[in-house]
């Protein structure tokens, strides 16, 4: 017995998997186009460096010091840009600030491991 597809079933099964596929990509392009919330975070970056199997995105972490003597909060960021990458790298060691922008719902972690995409740097000290 040998089972075989009309075209109409044909039609529906790729209107689906089009459709399907369609709606991931425009969910993706809005998580990553709308932004949450965007701010300053200021600090000193203790761990930076280029990460993931296909997808290779810069990976960091700020260390938050609020007052002297106190433990440190960790602030896990993602950097997308190679050149803001290369001048968070030439400010290792000093305290910096970091302008981010915070994308909620972003469905892989192709895109970045967190949530906080950094687009900015200047060196406060």
Known sequence: MTFTLS????LIIAAVLIGSVSLFALYTWSALTWTYSSGERAGYVQKFSKKGWICK???GELALVSIPGTMSEKFYFTVRDDSVAARINQAMGKRVALTYQQHMGIPTSCFGETEYFVAGVKVVE
């Open 7 to 10: 075209r109409t079933h044909k």
């Open 57 to 59: 995105t810069w990976e």
